[in-house]
Nanobody
Framework: QVQLVESGGGLVQAGGSLRLSCTGSGLFVNQWSMGWFRRALREGREFVALIGAGDDTVYVDSVKGRFSISRDNINNTVYLEMNSLKPEDTAVYFC?????????????WGQGTQVTVSS
């Protein structure tokens, strides 16, 4: 019933920018804590960013000042604007809905979109 679909991934050079999109169906993204996680090759899933019901935001330290999470309620879409990208940001990025208070899990997950940053 709930579906989260990511888009916007791709290949970018270090220092470049990408904007990821996550469009929800079966839920309103403004009614849930929405977030982004990522999984690098041979690494576990890592929390990246969250936007809460009150529009508060939380970021993992490694992306602070470079990434920005936002949402467009009209289009029911969550975004992750990624700037000054580094090769270490290379990962599959997953949109998540109903993120837990500890930012370790979520109720719903998207399929993921690949982000590759070349050096």
């Amino acid at each position: 019933q709930v579906q989260l679909v990511e888009s916007g991934g791709g290949l970018v050079q270090a220092g470049g920018s990408l904007r990821l999109s996550c469009t929800g169906s079966g839920l309103f993204v403004n009614q849930w804590s929405m977030g982004w996680f990522r999984r690098a090759l041979r690494e576990g899933r890592e929390f990246v960013a969250l936007i809460g019901a009150g529009d508060d935001t939380v970021y993992v330290d490694s992306v602070k000042g470079r990434f920005s999470i936002s949402r467009d309620n009209i289009n029911n879409t969550v975004y992750l604007e990624m700037n000054s990208l580094k090769p270490e940001d290379t990962a599959v990025y997953f949109c998540a809905g109903g993120v837990t208070k500890g930012h370790s899990d979520a109720l719903w997950w998207g399929q993921g979109t690949q982000v590759t940053v070349s050096s």
